[in-house]
T-cell receptor, first 110, second 115 residues
Framework: GDSVTQMEGPVTLSEEAFLTINCTYTATGYPSLFWYVQYPGEGLQLLLKATKADDKGSNKGFEATYRKETTSFHLEKGSVQVSDSAVYFC?????????FGKGTRLHILP | DAGVIQSPRHEVTEMGQEVTLRCKPISGHNSLFWYRQTMMRGLELLIY????????DSGMPEDRFSAKMPNASFSTLKIQPSEPRDSAVYFC?????????????FGQGTRLTVV
């Protein structure tokens, strides 16, 4: 079945460091891809999305590019802030339902 | 826009009791999802509805769990009888439909503790 695999955390970085969280997917057809973020005590929020190959989603300084050839959708940010500390979920929509990865916890140290 | 509203925010109950979780989706959204989140298993899809009709309940763990959506503005998830292993955070999410597929708006969750 369709699935999403993302790097295990926690990921700990210093403020202003470069961030990459890896995500790969398995799906039949051409899914839409998403990154969601969950802050402590809250539900998930949509961070960015890409609906077709080579699309780049971006929001709040975060970016991810839909790479069909490598079935990947890695999340990047050039300079992280303490306020970016959260759990990040990669997800896909396969035409039937949303499938989430297990999440990656990110800690940013001041 | 008030967002997805879940109640209660916290529920503590004794094993064997019935528990009902409630959700009000965003007005105009036509898909509704119930998820369960635990440290061990991550985020699990329990059931989802399109236009108030249950589409896929294959994630419902067992017959003790049931979900209803009597109208477009309300859904319930019921556990009867509850067991300690049901302790988790339960999220409801709604989605606006074909033009924005895959975009889910989550409530703040209900933290359920069964003792």
């Amino acid at each position: 079945g369709d699935s999403v695999t993302q790097m295990e955390g926690p990921v700990t970085l210093s403020e202003e460091a470069f961030l990459t969280i890896n995500c790969t997917y398995t799906a039949t057809g051409y899914p839409s891809l998403f990154w969601y973020v969950q802050y402590p005590g809250e539900g998930l929020q949509l961070l960015l999305k890409a609906t077709k190959a080579d699309d780049k989603g971006s929001n709040k300084g975060f970016e991810a590019t839909y790479r069909k050839e490598t079935t990947s959708f890695h999340l990047e940010k050039g300079s992280v802030q303490v306020s970016d500390s959260a759990v990040y979920f990669c997800a896909l929509w396969n035409g039937d339902k949303i499938i989430f990865g297990k999440g990656t916890r990110l800690h940013i140290l001041p | 826009d008030a967002g997805v509203i879940q109640s209660p925010r916290h529920e503590v109950t004794e094993m064997g009791q019935e528990v009902t979780l409630r959700c009000k989706p965003i007005s105009g959204h036509n898909s509704l999802f119930w998820y369960r989140q635990t440290m061990m298993r991550g985020l699990e899809l329990l059931i989802y509805f399109n236009n108030n009709v249950p589409i896929d309940d294959s994630g419902m763990p067992e017959d003790r769990f049931s979900a209803k959506m009597p109208n477009a503005s309300f859904s319930t998830l019921k556990i009867q009888p509850s067991e300690p292993r049901d302790s988790a955070v339960y999220f409801c999410a709604s989605s606006p439909g074909p033009s924005r597929v895959g975009e889910a708006f989550f409530g703040q969750g209900t933290r359920l503790t069964v003792v």
